[in-house]
């Protein structure tokens, strides 16, 4: 596997989407791409390791082999002027909020006797009852299950151990976190620009992109004027065989 990355020098500028990827084809979701903000640079770093073997029937020990043993590339862009909406989602994440509701005959099997469940909202107030499924029993609360918030625990003695049961209910309001970067998350990355050394323009698309949450550092202030942001390029498996220049990584795509 060989990277056919371009041998002159690169000073890549232009504009910088992410996606989430899809787990069926290794490549973009469907739901599309996401702009992260202008980037001054881009640099892509490739690097191989190779097993090499030396002949010695010559005399002279030369090699004869080179076989390429491990790929990576690592890269960073340089993001400028780039406000904080969307870089707060990618960096910290983001928050939504959920409404209370009232939730009727929610499906669940109780485990056995010492064990405990969830349902199925973040935040429960009220827990309104608890019936056999299909409804006709009305389970007692103490005695066949002890409820703490979304946590149903069957105690001892309980009748409700291993039967298929309702839960009805009353949700309470709710704000969730989607932690984005700081979760580890792999991204699909497209840059699209100028390698401003020849004028040439550029297409970028890398398919599996590990950010390093420690370059990101902490977000402060509004806008940020200008932070690098160091990633991992992985191998992707789906897109192994597929015709990109990059060997399974991605496209490296140079306008003529």
Do not use: C, W
Not at 17 to 42: H, V, Y
Not at 70 to 75: A, D, K, L
Not at 149 to 160: K, L
Not at 207 to 222: E, H, I, R, Y
């Amino acid at each position: 596997m060989a990277f056919n990355l371009p041998e002159y020098y690169q000073r890549n500028s232009g504009t910088v989407f992410i996606a989430d990827r899809d787990l069926t084809t290794g490549t973009k979701s469907a739901a599309g791409l996401t702009f992260l903000g202008d980037a001054s640079e881009l640099t892509l770093d490739p690097n191989q390791e190779f097993v090499e073997h030396q002949e010695h029937q010559s005399g002279d020990g030369r090699k004869d082999v080179k076989v390429p043993r491990m790929t990576t590339m690592t890269g960073n862009i340089v993001l400028d002027n780039t406000g904080a909406a969307n870089l707060r989602d990618f960096l910290r994440g983001k928050l939504s909020t959920v409404s209370s509701a009232t939730v009727s005959e929610e499906a669940h099997t109780a485990p056995a006797v010492g064990k405990a469940f969830l349902l199925d909202s973040e935040i429960v107030t009220t827990l309104t009852s608890i019936t056999s499924d299909p409804a006709g029993t009305t389970f007692e609360a103490g005695t066949d299950y002890v409820a703490d918030g979304r946590v149903i625990y069957v105690p001892t003695g309980s009748t409700m151990a291993d039967t298929a049961i309702l839960a009805n209910y009353t949700s309470g309001n709710a704000t969730e976190v989607d932690l984005f970067g700081e979760n580890f998350k792999e991204y699909y990355l497209y840059f699209n620009g100028y390698n401003t050394i020849n004028k040439k323009r550029i297409s970028v698309e890398l398919f599996k992109v590990s950010f390093d949450p420690a370059t990101l550092g902490n977000l402060l202030g509004d806008e940020i004027l200008q932070m690098t942001a160091g990633f991992e390029v992985l191998f992707e498996e789906l897109q192994a065989s597929s015709n990109d220049t990059l060997g399974g990584f991605g496209n490296y795509v140079i306008q003529d």
